[in-house]
């Protein structure tokens, strides 16, 4: 079953200024994301997403004029000697880095796809796994920067249609940010709040913040600090129990040694769209699982690799929760594939039973929306 093609498909839309989200990196002006299609000599086609980088097009150069020379003649089924054969060449020494982590991720991504295709199994099964419930929490790039009033608005129709955890943005001011959660934790006294300052905290910051945060009883405080800035997460660990979240800016196992190993982030956060794959996330879990940490994987842009997670949720023994994407208006989501997930009133989701990842993709979609260079955030 020799692959025969690699292609990918950077995409992109305007996000309307009224639906525009602030978050700790700026305001959301333009979502993209990178579509990875690979096919056989058998003529079975299997899609995967790569994180866009906030640089889709250089994304998709990379895997159509150097992942794609790697691969194709190899056998689909191989994932582990295409993982493995990428990293010798472009990973490993003198390659794009973290680039190179995204762009494979997505091509791994459609090898698994293929597998499932070809023996007719649900990704979940392929990977030792079973049709069982995985809890979600509402997030994605929603529950934003707002007054506490009009965030607990945007909060009812969520816990009313069945998640009972939810995702702050924070990383405004502290104050702000502590007013918002304390407006959440009021009105909804039995739910899960989580948080993300999305790298907008300084030491001080976090300092001040975490106080507040055990007396409301949050789940975690995800990446208050850049995924470089491991002194600053020593230095927060001690400022209280509410423990420290990070991964979605953690590239393969090898960076997530270093996070297991300090013992400082205790709730990882792999996106199998930018950390190495299903192959590699299937690493880093495996490695997490020896110090009894939990798995939590970050969401990208696309149902696709909403589904995909799902799959990944569902066939590991440390596995947490599911990002849900509840963005207003996400295209890559509601428009690209078909569905990905439906949200149970116990709060849960359970993976596709079609073979593969279970998402037809809409090819006339990408072709429709070509991507926009530039900035995404402002």
Request: hydrophobic share 40%.
């Amino acid at each position: 079953m020799k692959i025969v093609d690699v292609k990918a498909y950077p995409t992109s839309y305007r996000v309307p200024k009224e639906l525009q989200v602030s978050l700790g990196i700026g305001t959301m002006t333009k979502r993209d994301c990178v579509m990875v299609k690979v096919t056989t000599e058998d003529g079975i086609v299997g899609w995967g997403e790569s994180h866009h980088a906030r640089s889709p097009g250089s994304i998709g150069h990379l895997i159509n004029t150097t992942l794609k020379g790697f691969v194709v003649g190899m056998d689909a089924t191989d994932t582990t000697g295409i993982w493995a054969k990428i990293y010798k060449f472009q990973l490993g020494s003198h390659g794009m880095g973290a680039a190179t982590a995204m762009a494979m991720s997505g091509l791994d991504q459609a090898l698994w796809d293929i597998k499932g295709k070809a023996v007719g199994w649900p990704l979940y099964k392929l990977l030792g796994g079973s049709n069982r419930p995985v809890p979600a929490y509402a997030g994605g790039i929603s529950l934003g920067y707002q007054e506490p009033t009009s965030l607990v608005a945007e909060a009812e129709p969520m816990v009313e249609a069945g998640y009972r955890a939810l995702k702050l943005r924070i990383g405004d001011t502290v104050p702000n940010d502590i007013a918002r959660m304390t407006a959440i934790r009021e009105r909804f006294p039995d739910v899960a709040i989580l948080t993300d300052a999305n790298t907008g905290y300084s030491v001080a910051d976090a300092r001040r913040v975490m106080p507040a945060m055990d007396a409301l009883d949050i789940g975690w405080l995800e990446e208050p600090f850049p995924a470089h800035d491991h002194r600053s997460y020593a230095l927060a660990r001690s400022f209280g129990r509410t423990p420290l979240a990070a991964g979605e800016n953690h590239y393969t196992r090898f960076e997530f040694h270093r996070l297991i190993e300090d013992g400082n982030i205790t709730i990882l956060q792999p996106d199998l769209s930018k950390s190495g794959g299903v192959t590699e996330v299937q690493r880093i879990a495996a490695a997490a699982s020896m110090w009894k940490l939990p798995i939590h994987p970050h969401s990208s842009m696309t149902g696709l690799n909403h589904a995909v997670s799902i799959h990944f949720l569902a066939s590991i023994d440390n596995g947490g929760y599911f990002e849900a994407d509840l963005s207003v208006a996400n295209k890559f989501r509601d428009e690209l594939g078909s569905a990905p997930w439906q949200i149970g009133k116990d709060g849960c989701v359970w993976p596709l039973d079609k073979p593969g990842i279970g998402v037809e993709i809409d090819e006339k979609f990408l072709i429709a929306h070509p991507v926009i260079e530039g900035p995404g955030y402002v």
